[in-house]
T-cell receptor, first 113, second 115 residues
Framework: AQSVAQPEDQVNVAEGNPLTVKCTYS??????LFWYVQYPNRGLQFLLK??????LVKGSYGFEAEFNKSQTSFHLKKPSALVSDSALYFC???????????FGKGTRLHILP | GAGVSQTPSNKVTEKGKYVELRCDPI?????LYWYRQSLGQGPEFLIY????????DSGLPNDRFFAVRPEGSVSTLKIQRTERGDSAVYLC?????????????FGPGTRLTVT
């Protein structure tokens, strides 16, 4: 069975600094990996995904994520944080044999002005 | 274009009552997913449809929960004999088709409170 872990409940970063939100996964086959963001009082929004190919994927709002197969990780990154990036971020994993994706518990990102 | 819509946005019901939650997916999306999100947790998979059929209902917690999608568009999640533990935000999502690698588009959710 697939699973995903987000080891940090909350991450605080000063505006303008780089940010990283961590995610590790476990699947029996090749993973499909996703990041979603949830702003207050709004639905989850897709940020980016890794299916195959280049390990560095770029997504919306300047975010990117790096797939690392040996470390089974898919950390979310951004070179320069904005206060408006403050939100709840979810990592999710699926696998090739099925359509179900499993979400992590989420990491709350606080960007401090 | 219109996104995924869910009605009602909030539902308060008494323990033991029956509730129906509705999801209207993005037009043309053949796959539809239901999740439940409790406070402080990520979305928990319940069931997904490809077209009219339930392709995977392994996340439904028990037989009080049932979902339908009779015409391959709108879906209804039905909960019988509600319990206080059913209180959560119920999320619906749709994607272009099934396949696991297509991103899902989420609705705003229905907040269910069982008193």
């Amino acid at each position: 069975a697939q699973s995903v872990a987000q080891p940090e409940d909350q991450v605080n970063v000063a505006e303008g600094n780089p940010l990283t939100v961590k995610c590790t996964y476990s699947v029996s086959g090749n993973p499909y990996l996703f990041w979603y963001v949830q702003y207050p009082n709004r639905g989850l929004q897709f940020l980016l995904k890794y299916i195959t190919g280049d390990n560095l994927v770029k997504g919306s709002y300047g975010f990117e994520a790096e797939f690392n197969k040996s470390q089974t990780s898919f950390h979310l990154k951004k070179p320069s944080a904005l206060v408006s990036d403050s939100a709840l971020y979810f990592c999710a994993v699926g696998q090739g044999t099925g359509d179900k994706i499993i979400f992590g518990k989420g990491t709350r990102l606080h960007i401090l002005p | 274009g219109a996104g995924v819509s869910q009605t009602p946005s909030n539902k308060v019901t008494e323990k033991g009552k029956y509730v129906e939650l509705r999801c209207d997916p993005i037009s043309g999306h053949t796959a539809l997913y239901w999740y439940r999100q409790s406070l402080g947790q990520g979305p928990e998979f319940l069931i997904y449809f490809q077209g009219t059929g339930a392709a995977d209902d392994s996340g439904l917690p028990n037989d009080r929960f049932f979902a339908v999608r009779p015409e391959g568009s709108v879906s209804t999640l039905k909960i019988q004999r509600t319990e206080r533990g059913d209180s959560a935000v119920y999320l619906c999502a749709s994607s272009l088709t099934s396949g696991g690698y297509y991103e899902q588009y989420f609705g705003p959710g229905t907040r269910l409170t069982v008193t």
